[in-house]
């Protein structure tokens, strides 16, 4: 069992910086994906950034320029830097792996509250 904790998370002002760190249990060279989700309130829960075992990024266009997704394999954590904040972007944040080990595998971060005050 893998678990996912997120440090993190806060108030901050449009315009400023926050990061978000996930630390994860067990090491992270054979996850498949590590994302990070937002979901503001009556709101889906949306895929905001992944990265890939081979360090591919994706990011979803409302944050791309803005976000930069990173992970530190040695200390098995990924981190989303968040620029540029906008009060659109408040939401919970959560980190999520993924790996495929026979079937796939998903584990989920408890959530950070991200505020941005206009």
């Known amino acids: 069992q893998v678990q996912l904790v997120e440090p993190g998370g806060g108030l901050v002002q449009a315009g400023g910086s926050l990061r978000l760190s996930c630390l994860t249990s067990?090491?992270?060279?054979?996850?498949?994906?590590m994302e990070w989700y937002r979901q503001a309130p009556g709101k889906q829960r949306e895929l905001v950034a992944s990265?890939?075992?081979?360090?591919?990024?994706n990011y979803v266009d409302s944050v791309k320029g803005r976000f930069t997704i990173s992970r530190d394999t040695a200390k098995n954590t990924f981190d989303l830097q968040m620029n540029s904040l906008k009060p659109e972007d408040t939401a919970v944040y959560y980190c999520?792996?993924?790996?495929?080990?026979?079937?796939?595998?998903?584990?989920w971060g408890q959530g950070a509250q991200v505020t941005v005050s206009s």
């Open positions: 999520c792996i993924k790996l495929y080990k026979q079937v796939w595998w998903e584990y």
């Open positions: 990265i890939t075992d081979n360090g591919s990024t």
């Open positions: 067990g090491s992270i060279s054979n996850v498949n994906y």
